[in-house]
């Protein structure tokens, strides 16, 4: 099993910027695929961003695509999701998981087998 806690979520205008990382240990020498997800107020949890084992590929809903940037750094068992021109849509709460594989083909919720708690994101207009 994998243990993940999220950070850096907060406040933030529209158009700004947010970096929020996600720490894994536990059973982190499988390098799992890492994918974000993000639940906002009265709706379900909707993928964001998934990036492979080794880093080299990523894959990006649409709605974030050319605006947030999903990247990994292995030695520090650390995923980042980097958003920019972030709009009040964007506001949700975003979870960090580890996927039950090791390629960008792993998107839907089930296919992710530990999660982080969360950690809030606002954006406001």
């Known amino acids: 099993q994998v243990q993940l806690v999220e950070s850096g979520g907060g406040l933030v205008q529209a158009g700004g910027s947010l970096g929020l990382s996600c720490a894994a240990s536990?059973?982190?020498?499988?390098?799992?695929?890492m994918g974000w997800f993000r639940q906002a107020p009265g709706k379900e949890r909707e993928f964001v961003a998934v990036?492979?084992?080794?880093?080299?590929?990523?894959y990006y809903a649409d709605s974030v695509k050319g605006r947030f940037t999903i990247s990994r750094d292995n030695a520090k068992n650390t995923v980042y999701l980097q958003m920019n021109n972030l709009k009040p849509d964007d506001t949700a709460i975003y979870y960090c998981?580890?996927?039950?594989?090791?390629?960008?083909?792993?998107?839907?919720?089930?296919?992710?087998?530990?999660w982080g708690q969360g950690t809030q994101v606002t954006v406001s207009s």
């Open positions: 536990g059973r982190t020498y499988s390098r799992p695929a």
């Open positions: 998981a580890a996927a039950r594989g090791f390629s960008v083909a792993y998107r839907a919720q089930t296919d992710f087998g530990s």
């Open positions: 990036i492979s084992s080794s880093g080299g590929s990523t």
